[in-house]
């Protein structure tokens, strides 16, 4: 599951201010950064920057991928089972969130788990399924224990040739950045067996820049680029539920974020997220998510205009609900999204990776057939 970078953030910071933990952990956070981009094994990202290459260089890439989220809960409107099959002629890949990986090496299912009629789909259109597996945010023995990191890829590869699956998406967030070498290590090892059985692995990871560096700390671009298939850059929630409202995916974070992970990953493997979601944050409340549907009707139903944010490129919206309370709602639309997919032609990149599927309009779809369309 594709979560919020700063949720982590938010539910770790004490509202009544800075106070000596505070101080403390700020140190520490810089100690454990100032050793991980000094004393980290010379695989780091530094020694693999490539300066000076430019997307302009290399092959255009004409078989372009879009790899879709899914998700077995029922939301109105927002489904994901539906939108797959109406719109399957546009997707590659489906990444169904089926699976968590416990702390100790089993693998649990999720909201259901394993779907006969996504597999049974899938396979008859073609499209490669990737189920997710997320990871126990409360422990991280898989990344530290050798023992139990052996089991979990075990168990992760029967799951694969149990149903056949195409590969996987390892999606472990807010992992600390003291295990950058065990989650680097766990990675190689799965993609080894992974390569045995010629099934492909992906992995979903967090941006850069402007994100906390006790969320993106684990993450080594240069080694990880070279062990996987895809990385999917989950560029979104940059303004989320219990933070400030403001864009969920400015167009210029975005490119930033593009143009770093250019200097670590190949153009061949990346895939940038793109949302069709986003927050309805009422006056002095927190934020609830919101499909780019839901969020369009709303508007409708409020009778009030869709804004649109030049800098960001991005769409908002002001209303009143029946309490008298105001809300501000952001939200990526096809409009937002055709900006997006500007940059994957401008950096030459893979593909998108959407979260999720259900939540766009058919204008979003139309959006993606002709920007990237064959």
Not at 78 to 86: E, R, T
Not at 94 to 107: C, E, K, R
Not at 234 to 257: C, F, L, Q
Not at 279 to 300: F, T, V
Request: proline fraction near 6%; include cysteine; glycine fraction near 6%.
């Amino acid at each position: 599951m594709l979560v919020s970078p700063v949720i982590y953030c938010a539910a770790t910071s004490s509202e009544e201010g800075p106070g000596t933990f505070d101080w403390l952990k700020g140190i520490l956070l810089l100690i454990i950064s100032f050793f991980i981009n000094n004393f980290v094994d010379k695989n780091e990202e530094d020694q693999e920057a490539r300066p000076g290459e430019s997307p302009l260089d290399e092959d255009i890439i004409s078989n372009r991928e879009i790899l879709g989220f899914y998700v077995n809960w029922l939301t109105p409107y927002a489904n994901s089972y539906d939108a797959m099959v109406s719109n399957h002629r546009y997707v590659d890949m489906v990444a169904p969130f089926w699976f968590t990986a416990n702390p100790d090496g089993t693998i649990k299912s999720r909201y259901g788990g394993h779907q006969y009629e996504v597999d049974s789909f899938s396979k008859r259109q073609g499209l490669e399924l990737l189920p997710l597996i997320n990871n126990n945010q409360k422990n991280n023995m898989i990344l530290v224990d050798s023992d139990v990191r052996s089991k979990t890829i075990k168990n992760i590869v029967k799951l694969v040739e149990k149903y056949n699956y195409n590969g996987v998406n390892i999606d472990f967030e807010f992992i600390p950045p003291w295990t950058r070498n065990g989650y680097t290590q766990f990675i190689k090892e799965l993609s080894s067996e992974l390569n045995k059985k010629n099934k492909k692995l992906t992995i979903s990871v967090f941006p850069k820049i402007d994100v906390p560096m006790e969320l993106q700390g684990a993450y080594d671009y240069a080694a990880l680029g070279k062990l996987v298939d895809r990385v999917v850059i989950m560029t979104y929630d940059h303004h989320w539920p219990s933070g400030d409202p403001g864009p969920i995916a400015p167009i210029n974070w975005v490119e930033k974020n593009i143009k770093y992970a250019l200097e670590y990953i190949p153009n061949e493997k990346l895939l940038i997220g793109v949302a069709n979601y986003g927050y309805d944050w009422p006056e002095g409340g927190p934020g609830r998510p919101i499909s780019a549907k839901e969020a369009m009707n709303l508007a409708r139903e409020k009778g009030v205009k869709v804004q649109w944010d030049t800098p960001s490129q991005s769409p908002y919206f002001y209303y009143q609900d029946n309490s008298g309370i105001k809300h501000e709602v952001w939200f990526e639309s096809s409009s937002s999204l055709a900006f997006k997919l500007e940059l994957v032609k401008k950096y030459n990149l893979k593909g998108i990776a959407i979260w999720r599927l259900g939540n766009g309009t058919d204008r979003f779809w139309e959006i993606i057939d002709n920007k990237l369309g064959q």
